[in-house]
């Protein structure tokens, strides 16, 4: 039974919703309403890579062993092929085969959603099939959420604090007045299921082929025998060269060298290719005010290089979580009061963002790409420099400041 009153709404029960949500019981705010305008479980286009970052926050709520019976593969590491065809595999650091420890997992948005929200459901109270369409404004606060629910009936519900964790087109966030991210920094990126794809490796695979420069063709494995594929470009790129995406996922699966043999005998799912878009950390987008706060893709907080979104979604739904508690009990859920959240999220976040961002501009020069992957193909070093970037934010800097390219090219 919904009240008409809540010290917090979430509104969107992804990674980000569902986290702050779990966070914010863990704190003792209980008095919560999550909504949501699917009925969980519910697809969401992805690459289904569930990082390293995002399973150590799964494993501080607890649910680990919850998202391991859910179908998914263990991925051990990155296989890259450069521009001019040169491919290499890079394990994850502390990736062991033999004694099947785990880096991370490749799972179906579908069911590992599910177990986050049924998860947060636990906790707090929730609202399916509910579509927010406004917000209620009181003396310069945003004081609760309008919408309708399925059935058509419209609600009002009111909260001290509306967290807007509501992806890419955040109903909240237009609301607010902040905008989207401009075109040169979201990517617009397609999604399909492919059955029977040869050749896969227990490795998530990014290939930086010509067709998708700036951006990449990724095949990431699934349970199952499933592959999840796609490719992602700058939007700024897509409307500058008026590009068909979907039509150009098909052209590189049938035409290209690589990829034709691969993908002869496979099949993709009744769903076909579908095509979303990832905001990016490299746009600071504003996210709190009287009353309100913005997580994950609500934010705009994907990581520019890799496409990963559900690691910050997740890391943003407890710092914010941290902040709403406090906020609440100092009886403040002012503008000021709530930019402490802002100020710990992106010293957290920001140094990882914007050395993404450097590499993600380094990755449109391809002779350089050419160049680091020709060499990691042959040089253990390379390899593992590459491998100590994948997990450790010093190691990336390193990687790419201008004395480690210059070291990198003489090793
Ligand atoms: C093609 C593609 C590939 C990607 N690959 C990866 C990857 O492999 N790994 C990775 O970590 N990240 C990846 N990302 C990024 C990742 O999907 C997002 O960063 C992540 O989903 C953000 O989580 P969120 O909770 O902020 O938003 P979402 O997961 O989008 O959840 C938002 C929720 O809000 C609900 N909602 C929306 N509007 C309303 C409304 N008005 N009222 C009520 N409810 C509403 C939606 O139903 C949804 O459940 C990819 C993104 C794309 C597009």
Redesign the pocket.
Known sequence: MVKKQYDVII?????????TAMFLARNGVKDVLL????R?P?D????????G??LGIARELGIVGEIEKVPNEVVYGVTFSSPKGTIVDIPFPGADRERKTKPGF?IK?FDG?NVL?QNAKKAVDTLEE????DLVMENGFVAG?K?RTKAGEELEIRAKVVVG????????AQKVGVGVSPPEHQ?I???GYYRGVKGMNGN?ELHFIDEVMPGYF?I?PLANGWA?V?L?ILTSEKQKRKMDIRKLQEDVIRNSALFRERFRDAKIDNQGI??????LGSYHRKNHGNGWVL?????S???PF?????????T??KITAKHISRALMENDTSEKSLSQYDKELWETIGPELRTSYNLQRLGKFKPLLNIVIEKAATKPKVREAISGMLANEQAKTQFISPLGLVKLMLS
């Open positions: 509104v969107g029960g992804g990674p980000g919703g569902s986290s909504v949501d305008k699917a969980f519910r969401k286009i992805c690459g289904d890579a569930f990082s970052k995002s490749c948005r959603d929200f509910f579509t927010v369409q959420v919408g964790a509501d992806g890419t087109s955040s109903a909240v990517v990126a397609t999604r998530i990724w990431f999840n796609g992602g579908k095509v979303w878009t990832l905001p997580v994950g893709d609500a934010a907080l994907i990581d890799s496409g990963e979104g559900v690691g910050n979604a997740m943003s739904g």
